[in-house]
């Protein structure tokens, strides 16, 4: 008689593979340390013990939870791995808003938990106005949002592309993260071979240190260009994880210089080859090569022109064409704001503000939604579309209007083309189409909830790139977020999740042949 072994279902990997999750805590409870030691010597007292003693308390009931589940092992360590991911956009963020909950006065639970998925998800958006907030607080805002962004490097390179999820469907070729080997089988063969948790591992070994020294080396320069050390670090973290979280204050304590340099650490975030040169099959060393650093290029520049001109065309309606110093800080201004956009990231320069009053025009929405929309590079802490995908769609719509004009031509899989992948147009168009279908379904959630419908789209978009600034610009400054209902910050949450992980990232959680051993 024949004896099946009973399969493990969701709950049951959920339950006995945490320790990724559970590490992912720990760490987050280490980091409450920081703002404890920033508020002691502020003088904050309140706010260090809240931070101390939560971090404390839940780094000990952690360690426990490690020790308990040290000895089990998923049968499925790749899908066990998916899995801590959801756990960490949705559960961690419970532990992150405990110390907060101690300490600002008068709010709910509800609302400290979805400005921790906000901050986690990388998306930045913010339920409180700066001046409810202490710099202590502000800064432990931008310490979850860096955490969030760590985890999606580490993520993306472990976990996601073994899976071709998050944009590696369209990719050269799978990560790996040694040097050597060559064609797709080579690649593909040896990184599936790697035992998932030595991934994980290698992957944090190789690029958390280049994360957290870019970090620091920027805060270094923020501070050398006369910003306050909290205000930077803030800055610092925030740009490398696209988060576009401040303390209140912008770009206006950063002045020109600090946004050159911003934008210069901005490109880490528009092609995974700025921070990693193993990462394709051909390993190319040269970014002009690059076809996410082209692809930005052209619309960086393509929305900085019809900006200023748009801008220079009302200045000309007015009169005020002879300020040569206004234009100027037009033309960047439309830069520097259309790079931090497309790269989710939402700051706004401080030209930004001076190239409206100089030609008297409103900000132009929709464009920055589109540019969100579009979103950074692949393996890199950006959300929205991402370039490696918009790039797909192009070639394949280039190589279609081709052979409507030469029906009879034979097209070949060399240039541009040939480096596409097998299936990777068919990928990238799926996933532009459930992008789009998510953005119908959080519109009408946030519809039901009670948001018009233009604020309900914009809102959307802004959740589902994980481009918080963006809807504070919709919705009316920071803070502006806890004008929503109960509902419609639960739907708003739900979308920086999924906007976070990728529909398809989600979708593969819920096939049933992805549970089967």
């Not at 790996?176 to 071979?193: F, K």
């Not at 280049?210 to 803030?234: C, D, F, K, P």
């Not at 799926?430 to 233009?454: E, I, P, Y």
């Not at 589902?464 to 963006?470: C, E, I, Q």
Request: one cysteine or more.
């Amino acid at each position: 008689m024949l004896r099946t072994r009973a399969r493990p279902g969701p709950l049951g990997v959920l339950g006995r593979q945490v320790s990724l999750a559970v590490l992912m805590g720990m760490g987050l409870c280490v980091s409450m340390y920081g703002p404890a030691l920033h508020a002691e010597i502020a003088g904050e007292h309140p706010t260090a013990r809240a931070f101390f003693y939560s971090g404390t308390l839940l780094l000990a009931l952690l360690a426990a939870i490690a020790v308990a589940s040290a000895r089990h092992r998923s049968s499925n360590v790749s899908r066990s791995h998916l899995v801590a991911l959801l756990i960490a956009f949705t559960l961690l963020p419970v532990l992150a808003a405990i110390p907060l909950a101690q300490v600002v006065v008068d709010t709910r639970f509800l609302n400290l938990y979805v400005e921790m998925v906000s901050a986690a998800t990388t998306t930045g958006g913010s339920l409180y106005a700066p001046t409810r907030l202490n710099d202590s607080m502000h800064l432990w805002r931008a310490i979850v949002a860096w955490e969030g962004g760590l985890v999606i490097w580490v993520a993306a390179i472990a976990i996601l592309a073994p899976l071709n999820l998050g944009g590696f469907e369209v990719a050269e070729g799978n990560i790996t993260l040694r040097h050597g080997g060559a064609g797709p089988n080579a690649i593909r063969v040896r990184d599936r071979s790697i035992d998932p948790e030595a991934r994980v591992w290698r992957a944090l070994g190789t690029l958390g240190p280049i994360y957290i020294g870019l970090t620091l080396l920027l805060w270094a320069i923020l501070v050398t260009l006369g910003e306050r050390s909290v205000t930077a670090l803030i800055h610092a973290m925030s740009t490398m994880a696209t988060s576009g979280i401040t303390d209140g204050t912008g770009m206006t304590t950063v002045g020109f210089g600090g946004e050159v340099v911003i934008a210069l650490f901005l490109v880490f975030a528009l092609s995974r080859q700025t921070f990693s040169t193993d990462m394709n099959r051909e390993r190319s060393r040269h970014l002009a090569n690059d076809r996410e650093i082209w692809t930005a290029g052209l619309v960086i520049a393509a929305v900085t022109v019809i900006l200023f001109a748009r801008h220079w065309v009302g200045a000309f309606e007015i009169g005020d064409l002879s300020d040569t110093e206004a234009a100027l800080g037009a033309l960047w201004g439309s830069a520097f704001t259309a790079l931090s956009f497309l790269t989710t990231t939402g700051f706004e320069s401080v030209h930004w503000d001076a190239a409206q009053d100089w030609s008297g025009l409103d900000a132009p929405t929709v464009l920055l939604l589109g540019l969100a929309i579009f979103g950074g590079g692949v393996a890199t802490t950006a959300g929205g579309v991402k370039l490696l995908r918009i790039y797909t769609l192009y070639e394949h719509g280039r190589r279609e209007m081709n052979l409507l004009v030469h029906p009879s031509a034979v097209a070949g899989m060399s240039g541009a083309f040939g480096r596409i992948p097998k299936g990777g147009t068919e990928g990238a168009w799926v996933f532009f189409m459930l992008f789009a279908t998510s953005v119908a379904v959080v519109t009408l959630a946030l519809t039901a909830a009670g948001l018009d419908f233009g604020a309900a789209v914009a809102l959307g978009v802004a959740c589902l790139t994980t481009t918080g600034p963006l809807a504070e610009i919709v919705l009316g400054g920071q803070g502006a977020l806890n004008s929503l209902g109960d509902g419609g910050k639960l739907v708003a949450a739900a979308a920086m999740v999924v906007g976070r992980l990728e529909a398809l990232a989600l979708i593969a959680l819920l096939n049933p042949d992805f549970w089967r051993d």
